[in-house]
């Protein structure tokens, strides 16, 4: 059974850093897509950064970009989501997603995502 549970989220001031795990069971997280979406209130899920299958070419949104790395650990069988220079827009639940699916990863993150493992979320809030 596919599980998925995230942690490492938390309350940091403006600039700030932290770095979100996302601990897979019961599969090889190495042969799954994997991403990290968010969602703040009032708001639509967004998805943040994807990873597709076999190729480490990451998809980033654009508010993002520069600032967010997305990573595995194929020994911990873990991806990571490192957040740099953390803005107060950047306050959402955040959430880790699989699939077996071999969508490219900026599909992968659109609004038509494949992904139908998701972990319970993580709340991470920015702010002064």
């Known amino acids: 059974q596919v599980q998925l549970a995230e942690s490492g989220g938390g309350s940091v001031k403006p600039g700030g850093s932290l770095r979100l795990s996302c601990a897979a069971s019961?599969?090889?997280?190495?042969?799954?897509?994997v991403g990290w979406f968010r969602q703040a209130p009032g708001k639509e899920r967004e998805g943040v950064s994807c990873?597709?299958?076999?190729?480490?070419?990451?998809y980033y949104a654009d508010s993002v970009k520069g600032r967010f790395t997305i990573s595995r650990d194929s020994a911990k069988n873990t991806v990571y989501l490192q957040m740099n220079s953390l803005k107060p827009e950047d306050t959402a639940v955040y959430y880790c997603?699989?699939?077996?699916?071999?969508?490219?990863?900026?599909?992968?993150?659109?609004?038509?995502?494949?992904?139908?493992?998701w972990g319970q979320g993580t709340q991470v809030t920015v702010s002064t």
């Open positions: 990873l597709m299958i076999g190729r480490n070419s990451p």
């Open positions: 019961g599969f090889n997280m190495d042969r799954y897509a």
């Open positions: 997603a699989t699939d077996p699916s071999y969508a490219s990863s900026s599909y992968l993150c659109g609004p038509n995502s494949p992904f139908r493992s």
